[in-house]
């Protein structure tokens, strides 16, 4: 026995497939918007005609150019379009006289521009024929209708059940006042007179920007139910962070997550490489260019110069701290800690040839000079300059991905610190949730034995002598010349010489770093959202609870940041918060569903409402009038699904 329409579709493809139209596969978008996507489904059989002729000037017809960001003249980058400088605001939510200036937009896919409806009268009859009805077979065929008929169906629906006869019919109700959704004419148009629907589940859509949305669902029992709750209802917030459209208060900690994602792929390219027996230097790309002069310069005054103390909080220890003036600081912060800065000053190299020879410079200076910023920092790079400064450690010489793995390696742990300070001085969240693995955690918590780097602490006197430990060979003890376990994260690039010689300057894990970064860009698209929270809501009780709820999720793992990536936060949040802020707003799309049953049938009518029409204007004659400019009221695009089960 067949379990779904795959039989149906063979059928209607034999009969018909020459005439019409017909896919079998995930329904259209207008039909999971006014239907829901419960009762659409996954796959539906649809059968269409389709129309591709004059194909551009179609779609140069029905699809709106993208809008054209304003720009400011200035010598910064353009960043406008950023959340943080929309001036929309929160009490003209859902007020139709204020021009939200969303961007043109369509909510329908390109290739549902080229759908026809038949007539639906062919339609029907191709239901009721008997060949179909019996067809073997498990779901839902819908018809799409050209609207021409009186009651302007839309779409005709056909369900196959082993154990019911169900149909349903999708009809454009037209442009309609706001002010006429009302209970009573909701309940009028599904049951009978003196009947009551027995359940009915409500969804508002209140659109915030062009990125944010918030949506309150409910369900009650009631014979006429309250169409708009803001107190017992379930409140959603939908937002989307574009990569592309970053503002310019956080551009410079977003650059930091592109430059560490382009020294991760550079160092993963240069192994591949080796490994298929490919001898080349790698790549470093990612600098602006420095004279190398003036990098000695400043290395020799990072290391020799006494880095004071961090700033203190320009707010009382008891105050709440605004987040972007947080956001403001953190970008001009005192760096204190060593390796921070040269993080700094490396990056700015520009090419590997001259980030090797900065760290060349860097080691000659720790050996030579008298450092007085040692550093705090637990990296590689770190325990290098305290070994040549202590006169510990022979003058290493950097040699393949050694350089791009220590930059890396410090510019992580930099990145972090700058988040850190944004989420603890805003108060938004404990340093727990910013860890980006439970291990990293853990070693973090115990400071006095970490995982990751080499016990080094041994006199100069046994260092020259050799390490007693059988297999040392008497080698002196340095950071070429440590237990192999130390390189059991860097395992899957390791050689044969790596295996022999036992040495490495420096640590690098595939895995282990794409966590770390996407870990990273978790916290700062969850910073992103709480920008556009404070902005457009102001929500200040909510954002500890947004921030735990974002930051405990399993960060999606990426290997590259581009503009055409985006974050969607969809996070429920409690009615409270925003119900002062809707408060008198009408929705600007509404989803209502009402059923009614006994032993024997049951009756499901949905009303669908949105201020925007979801169908291509093209679908049907009747989407080409243009009614809702002759009303200053809010008014509604209108849709009624009904559907009928009977019991066989």
């Known amino acids: 026995m067949s379990t779904n329409l795959a039989n149906v579709y063979a059928e209607l493809m034999r009969r018909y497939g020459e005439t ?114 019996q067809t073997d077979g498990l779901g839902s065929v819908w018809f799409l209708c050209d609207a021409q008929d009186l009651g302007q169906t839309q779409l005709l629906q056909y369900e196959f059940d082993k154990s019911h006869f169900s149909r349903g019919i999708l009809s454009y109700q037209g442009v309609v006042p706001a002010y006429t959704v009302t209970s009573q004419s909701l309940v009028r148009q599904h049951s009978s007179p003196g009947s009551h629907p027995a359940e009915t589940v409500i969804e508002n859509n209140y659109i915030v920007n062009s990125n944010m949305m918030l949506r309150c669902s409910y369900s009650t029992n009631a014979p006429l139910p309250l169409l708009i709750n803001l107190h017992d209802c379930e409140v959603t917030l939908n937002n989307t962070f574009h990569v592309g459209d970053c503002s310019s208060l956080t551009q410079d900690f977003m650059n930091q997550l592109r430059i560490l994602v382009y020294i991760r792929e550079d160092i993963v390219n240069y192994h591949k490489d ?105 990296n590689r790079l770190a325990e290098i300059i305290k070994e040549l400064a202590n006169r510990r450690l022979a003058m290493p010489c950097l040699s393949g991905a050694e350089p791009l793995e220590l930059l890396l390696e410090i510019g992580l742990e930099k990145v972090y610190k700058d988040y850190e300070f944004i989420y603890t001085e805003s108060k938004m969240c404990s340093t727990n949730l910013l860890k980006h693995t439970s291990e990293v955690a853990t070693a973090n918590d115990d400071d006095d034995s970490p995982q990751n780097l080499p016990q080094l602490r041994k006199s100069l006197h ?14 002196r003890k340095t950071l070429l010349h440590h237990n192999g376990a130390d390189k059991s994260g860097n395992a899957k690039y390791a050689s044969k010489d790596d295996d022999e010689a036992g040495f490495k300057n420096s640590h690098f894990d595939e895995h ?30 909510a954002y500890s609870d947004i921030c735990s709820k974002l930051l405990k999720k399993t960060p999606r793992l990426l290997e590259a940041i581009d503009d055409q990536l985006s974050d969607v936060m969809d996070i429920n949040i409690s009615a409270h918060c925003v119900s002062s802020h809707l408060d008198g707003k009408e929705p600007y799309s509404r989803h209502i569903t009402m059923r009614s049953y006994n032993k024997f049938r049951e009756i499901k009518t949905t009303f669908y409402y949105n201020s925007d029409n979801i169908c291509p204007p093209n679908l049907a004659e009747c989407f080409q009038s243009d009614d809702k400019k002759l009303v200053k009221e809010r008014t509604y695009h209108s849709w009624l699904y009904h559907k009928i089960r009977t019991l066989q």
Not at 69 to 94: F, M, N, Q
Not at 303 to 328: A, I, K, Q, R
Not at 515 to 541: A, D, G, W, Y
């Open 20 to 133: 019409y139209t017909i896919t079998y596969g995930p329904p259209p978008t207008y039909l999971a918007s006014i239907a829901g996507a419960a009762e659409a489904g996954k796959k539906i059989v649809f059968l269409f005609r389709e129309e591709r002729s004059g194909a551009a000037a179609s779609r140069i017809r029905t699809t709106p150019v993208k809008r054209e960001r304003k720009s400011e003249v200035t010598s910064e980058l353009d960043l406008t379009g950023s959340p943080l400088k929309d001036d929309c605001e929160v009490e003209a939510i859902g007020d139709q006289s204020l021009d939200l200036q969303l961007e043109d937009k369509n909510p329908w896919k390109l290739e549902e521009e080229f759908h026809r409806g038949i007539p639906a009268n062919t339609a029907r009859s191709i239901i009721c024929q008997e060949s179909f009805q």
């Open 462 to 475: 046994n260092a020259v002598r050799g390490d007693p430990t059988p297999g040392a060979g008497g080698m």
């Open 512 to 541: 282990e770093s794409m966590e770390r970064v996407s870990k990273l860009f978790q916290i700062h698209c969850t910073l992103e959202h709480l920008l556009m929270i404070q902005v457009h809501l102001n929500l200040p009780n």
């Open 274 to 378: 080796v490994q298929q027996g490919i001898t080349r230097d790698p790549k470093y790309r990612c600098g602006i260019g420095i004279d190398m002069d003036e990098l000695r310069e400043a290395i020799n005054k990072t290391m020799t110069d006494v880095s004071g103390f961090t700033d203190l909080p320009s707010h009382g220890l008891g105050g709440d701290s605004d987040l972007e003036d947080v956001v403001h600081r953190a970008k001009i912060r005192r760096i204190t800690d060593l390796t921070d800065k040269l993080w700094e000053l490396l990056k700015c190299c520009d090419s590997y040839k001259d980030l090797k020879m900065a760290f060349n410079m860097l080691f000659q200076c720790a050996a030579r000079c008298n450092i007085v910023n040692t550093p705090t920092n637990k």
